[in-house]
C-alpha cells in the first residue's frame, strides 16, 4: 500500500447506529487530519493530530470522535449521526509543523450516507 | 465568512490551450497557497504552491502567480490536455499553523 488509504469507501448507516472510518498513511508523515466534503462546498477541516496529538478541533459537535493511536493511524468515531451528516470525509497527512509548504496528501474519502 | 474564494464554478477549454484558475482571499496571514486537482472518486491531489513571498513558480505545464497586492492567484496550465479535466481547488495555509483553507473549487473540462 502506498500513500494514504481509507476504508471504508462507502458507508450507509442509521441515525441510532455507530461506526468507525479508518485512515493509514504510508509517507512517513507525523501529521493527520480529518475533513469533511459536503455537496457545493468548500472542504472543511474537522480535527488535526501532530505526533498524536490532537491540536485542532473545528467546533465539531462530539457525535464525531476522532482517535490517533499513532502516527500512521486515524480514526473517526460515529454515533447518533444526523441526516445533514452525510458527506465525503477525507483523510489528510503531512509533514509535522513547521515542515514543508503545507503540502497535505489526501487519501481517496469514505462517501457517507446517514439514512 | 469565506476567506477563499474561486468565483468561477466552471470553466471550458479547448485541448491545446491556455487554461487560468482563478482564486482571490480575504486574509493577509497566509504564507503558502496551493492548488490541488481532483478526479470523481478520489482524493485531492497536491498539484504545486507558492510561497507568499514570490509572485510566480513554475512546474512543466503548470504556472502559478501570486498578485499580493490584488490578494489573487492563479494557476495557468498550458498546453491544456484532455487529462487535465478535473475539479481544481485553491487553498492557502495560515501562517504558523497546518491548517488549510480551502476554496470551492473549479471544474476544468478540457474539450478535445
Known amino acids: 500500500e502506498t500513500g494514504v488509504t481509507q476504508t471504508p469507501r462507502h458507508l450507509v448507516m442509521g441515525m441510532t447506529n455507530k461506526k468507525s472510518l479508518k485512515c493509514e498513511q504510508h509517507?512517513?508523515?507525523?501529521?493527520m487530519y480529518w475533513y469533511k466534503q459536503s455537496a457545493k462546498k468548500p472542504l472543511e477541516l474537522m480535527f488535526v493530530y501532530n505526533f498524536k496529538e490532537q491540536t485542532e478541533n473545528n467546533s465539531v459537535p462530539s457525535r464525531f470522535s476522532p482517535e490517533c493511536p499513532n502516527s500512521s493511524h486515524l480514526f473517526l468515531h460515529l454515533h447518533t449521526l444526523q441526516p445533514e451528516d452525510s458527506a465525503l470525509y477525507l483523510c489528510a497527512s503531512s509533514q509535522g509543523l513547521g515542515s514543508g509548504q503545507g503540502e497535505q496528501y489526501f487519501g481517496p474519502g469514505t462517501r457517507l450516507t446517514v439514512t | 465568512d469565506q476567506q477563499v474564494k474561486q468565483n468561477s464554478p466552471s470553466l471550458s477549454v479547448q485541448e491545446g490551450r491556455i487554461s487560468i484558475l482563478n482564486c482571490d482571499y480575504t486574509?493577509?496571514?497566509?504564507?503558502?497557497f496551493l492548488w490541488y486537482k481532483k478526479y470523481p472518486a478520489e482524493g485531492p491531489t497536491f498539484l504545486i504552491s507558492?510561497?507568499?513571498?514570490?509572485d510566480k513558480n513554475e512546474d512543466g505545464r503548470f504556472t502559478v502567480f501570486l498578485n499580493k497586492s490584488a490578494k489573487h492567484l492563479s494557476l495557468h496550465i498550458v498546453p491544456s490536455q484532455p487529462g487535465d479535466s478535473a475539479v481544481y481547488f485553491c487553498a492557502a495555509r495560515v501562517e504558523g499553523a497546518q491548517k488549510l483553507v480551502f476554496g470551492q473549487g473549479t471544474r476544468l473540462t478540457i474539450n478535445p
Open positions: 507558492i510561497s507568499s513571498i514570490k
Open positions: 486574509n493577509s496571514m497566509f504564507d503558502y
Open positions: 509517507l512517513g508523515h507525523n501529521a
